[in-house]
Structure formats: structure tokens, C-alpha cells
């Protein structure tokens, strides 16, 4: 046990340290008064159970484990819209404390069983005792659409282990059609929706100041 809170820790701390900085990122849009690309972010690190499953699918030996699993740190940071990503990921790509090693997407891609999403892999330095360790991060980059949608089939996967009973399996597809006909349509009003919700801060910020 001590060997994987050892292991885990410099993940932890990156989980830690980046959600403040991505957290800090929605905070600078906010106060800019701007449109924030970023709703909200969250973060966690795989659970030990996660990284045996996932090493004994991939075949991955556990000693490659920093190298060749790239999840371990996940963050996740949710958008209103189709449009604020590749914004987004750009920021992503200009800052100057990591490093962008890999980008997948799964949103002009969209895999098999209709998951969308955009992923980076980070490697990012880690300040410890021994000095810089530097670990792969994963950072998940979808709408709220798409987070509804993957955080759904995510637990119907965990109680079916993969293996949907067919129903299921339709309407979890018929499902990620809608969230995606939805993206469409917010995408459409988008304007009227911006509007409405400068509106509303402006509106927060007469009360809080008068
Ligand atoms: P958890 O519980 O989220 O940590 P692969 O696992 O082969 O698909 P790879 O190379 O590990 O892919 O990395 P990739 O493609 O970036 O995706 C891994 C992660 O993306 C998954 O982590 C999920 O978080 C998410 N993901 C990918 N495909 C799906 C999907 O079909 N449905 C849902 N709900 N999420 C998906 P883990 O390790 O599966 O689990």
C-alpha cells in the first residue's frame, strides 16, 4: 500500500495544482466579464482498482505504468458550447507550464459507442522533495451535453461491465444523438443565450455594488 501512495502521490499533487490553474482560468474570464468558455472543471485520481482494470486490458506492465497510461491525473473541464473548445485548447496549447504531447478527438471522431469528447495529454512537471518529476496528464475538454451523455453510459457501463443488453444499447445511441442535436441547437441561439446571461450578471453586479 505504501508503494501506491508513493506512486500516486506526485499525481495527486497535479490533480491538486491543476485545477487550481484551470479553475483560475474560468475565474479570469468572469472577472473580465467575458464569455467563460469553461462552466466548470473537475479532477480526480484513478482509483487503484481503475489502474489494475485498465493494465490488465491494455496489457500494460505495471512498471510501464507512468509511461504508458496517461490517465492516472485526469481532469476534466466542462464548456456551454461546441465553440468555446478548440478556443480552448489553443489557451491550452500557449501555456508555459506544461507541455501538449498528444491531442485525441473524439468530437469529429466520435467513437463507436457515440462518445464525444476532446482529450490532451499533458506531461507536466511536478515539484517534489527529489526534485522535478514530470507525469502524464489527461485533460477531457466537453459540453455539458456531452458530459450528461458520458457520465450516464459511464455507470451503465460499470453495472453491465461492457456488455449492454441490447434496449439498452439503442437508446444509449439514440441518447447520443440527442445531446448531440442539442449541442446543434444551443450552438444555433447561441447569441440570444450570451446575451441573456451578460444580462444577468450585469444585473448581480448593480445588486452587489448598490
Ligand atoms: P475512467 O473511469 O473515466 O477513468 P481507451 O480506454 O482505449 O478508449 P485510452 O487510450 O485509454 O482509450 O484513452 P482515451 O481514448 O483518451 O480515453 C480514456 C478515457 O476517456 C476513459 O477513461 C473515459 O474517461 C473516457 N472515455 C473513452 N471512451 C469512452 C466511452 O465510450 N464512454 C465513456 N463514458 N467514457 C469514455 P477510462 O479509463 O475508461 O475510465
Given amino acids: 500500500m505504501k508503494q501506491w501512495d508513493l506512486f500516486l502521490e506526485p499525481y495527486k499533487q ?3 495544482e491543476l485545477k487550481v490553474k484551470l479553475k483560475g482560468m474560468r475565474s479570469q474570464f468572469e472577472l473580465n466579464s467575458e464569455h467563460s468558455p469553461i462552466e466548470f472543471v473537475t479532477g480526480r485520481v484513478k482509483p487503484i482498482a481503475s489502474i489494475l482494470d485498465k ?3 491494455k496489457g500494460i506492465p505495471l512498471e510501464k ?4 497510461m496517461q490517465d492516472i491525473a485526469g481532469l476534466r473541464m466542462m464548456c456551454q458550447f461546441v465553440d468555446d473548445i478548440k478556443p480552448l485548447v489553443e489557451m491550452l496549447r500557449k501555456r508555459n507550464d506544461f507541455v501538449l504531447i498528444e491531442e485525441r478527438d473524439y468530437i469529429s ?7 464525444r469528447s476532446y482529450h490532451v495529454v499533458i506531461e507536466y512537471p511536478v515539484q517534489t522533495i527529489n526534485g522535478e518529476k ?4 489527461e485533460i477531457q475538454i466537453r459540453t455539458l451535453a456531452m458530459n450528461f451523455w458520458a457520465t450516464i453510459e459511464h455507470s451503465l457501463n460499470y453495472k453491465y461491465e461492457g456488455q449492454f443488453p441490447e434496449d439498452i444499447q439503442l437508446r444509449l445511441q439514440r441518447a447520443a444523438e440527442a445531446a448531440f442535436r442539442l449541442d446543434e441547437e444551443m450552438s444555433i441561439i447561441r447569441n440570444e443565450i450570451q446575451e441573456a446571461q451578460a444580462f444577468f450578471t450585469r444585473k448581480k453586479e448593480i445588486k452587489k455594488d448598490g
Fill in 109 to 115: 471522431h466520435k467513437k463507436e459507442s457515440g462518445y
Fill in 14 to 16: 497535479a490533480v491538486e
Fill in 55 to 57: 493494465a490488465n486490458q
Fill in 65 to 68: 505504468l507512468e509511461t504508458e
Fill in 134 to 137: 514530470k507525469i502524464l496528464a
